[in-house]
């Protein structure tokens, strides 16, 4: 049963379980999760004040609405998403369709004019060629978009990571700051 759900898991992504290479503009699994940890632990440390931290239901609250939020996201996301192929599919349908049925006729010899059915013809593959273009530049823009991404919550880690350093080394300086005045 777990090997089922990890192979799953594997479908989802890209069939090789390689999150990297993920085509769209939605981000990864893993990535709504690191936002999501980064957001809370912004919640918890903007919460803290003199007296304590932040209340757990408080905290609590704000977590569901993280979560709610990335999750309504992801949806609204999807269904634009659904909306472009059912879009795409129909437009590329109905060119091809077109272009068989003049293409048929004009290989049955019973058109009367060439030049419309020629004008006909061209107009659906310019057609067909727009909505693969533009499938195509969607595709190349959601790569774009996933490789800007991912510099960015990089950027976002490296910028912690020297955050918690500087907490550490301040935390030390005042330490020896306080056992010198106290010596």
Known sequence: MRWRAENNKKNIL?????????SGNMPTPKQRGELIVKRLENFIREGRSDTGGMSFRRWQEMAVNEFTNALLDAEREKQRD???MTRVIAIGGLAV???GFWGAIVAAGLSYDRQ???FILISAGGLLLLVFGLWGLRWL??????????????????FDHQLAQLDVEIRKRLRKTIEFNFK
Request: without cysteine; aromatic residues 8%; hydrophobic residues 30%.
């Open 14 to 22: 890209n069939g090789d379980g390689n999150e990297k290479y993920r």
């Open 82 to 84: 659904n909306k472009f």
């Open 97 to 99: 369709i077109t272009i």
């Open 116 to 118: 419309m059915v020629a």
């Open 141 to 158: 823009g959601g790569n774009f978009l996933s490789g800007r991404r991912q510099n960015r919550l990089k950027s976002i880690a490296n």
